[in-house]
């Protein structure tokens, strides 16, 4: 991968950690930010030796505290609609991306930092974060598709009040809600996130890449329509040789070797 400006890529094994890098603006977003994270992202999807995608933030404070309101002020309409439909793109892609995308919050998730873990398969939190949408508070609404995710994540009810009032809430009540799947000390953050990678990379990749498909469709598909696709899926996934592996290692009271075919 080429040298990033405002975000960091480790490898290690199969897992891929994504960290924005910018904490003198608390990992603030501007376009540079997305377009390397979707320039990562398509790095990711074509590298058959990552498994699963770790974000998370530099420093103690932020996983990413919002956008750039310097930028914001700039905008006019046309300019705004851009932004807007850049981070749509970006984020869509970490939704639907084939490989699970797990959000390490490790501190502020505001606005833009908000959404970007919303559109992330799993999120764990470190005991120290704060979540929330403020931007009605700056005359604006969130752009990068809060109004649409989170209803779909915590109920219409709570992501009206939240984005009305732009509110920002602590790490447990984000655990309370369902925002967050999981809180842990922050100093136990990065153990406890890898541990639930490698769980993950235990399993068939096969399974999971249909399974990602498969529960993206309650974003996209009325529940009957959802449940044909489940169908249509689970019997995708009855071809597979992962799956003959699966049950005939259960079988035979051994552990699968799976090959992601």
């Not at 905008?75 to 390490?104: C, M, W």
Request: aromatic share 6%.
């Amino acid at each position: 991968m080429p040298p990033y400006q405002t975000i960091l890529v480790d490898r290690k094994d199969s897992i891929a950690t994504l960290t924005f890098n910018r904490p003198e603006k608390l990992n603030a977003v501007n376009f540079e930010v997305l377009g390397e994270v979707e320039h990562a992202f398509i790095e990711f999807e074509k590298d058959p030796s990552v498994g699963i995608i770790i974000l998370t933030g530099a420093g103690e404070k932020a996983f990413v505290a919002g956008s750039d309101i310097g930028l914001l002020a700039t905008f006019d309409g046309e300019k705004g609609t851009h932004y807007a439909k850049v981070g749509h793109r970006v984020l869509s892609k970490i939704q639907n991306f084939p490989k699970p995308v797990i959000a390490a919050i490790n501190g502020y998730a505001l606005g833009s930092g908000c959404e970007i873990i919303i559109a992330c398969h799993i999120r764990i939190a470190s005991e120290n974060a704060q979540f929330g949408l403020p931007e009605v508070g700056l005359g604006l609404i969130p752009g990068h598709g809060g109004t649409q995710r989170l209803a779909r994540l915590i109920g219409i009810g709570k992501a009206t009040e939240l984005i009305l009032t732009g509110n920002t809430i602590d790490a447990h009540e984000a655990l309370r809600i369902g925002l967050v799947t999981k809180l842990v000390p922050l100093a136990e953050l990065s153990r406890v996130v890898e541990a639930t990678a490698r769980v993950i990379l235990s399993k068939s990749p096969s399974a999971i890449r249909i399974a990602l498909r498969a529960l993206n469709a309650n974003f996209e598909k009325p529940l009957e329509e959802g449940i044909r696709f489940e169908t249509e899926l689970f019997r995708e996934c009855l071809t597979t040789e992962d799956s003959r592996e699966g049950t005939k290692a259960f079988l035979e009271k051994r552990k699968p070797v799976f090959t992601g075919k």
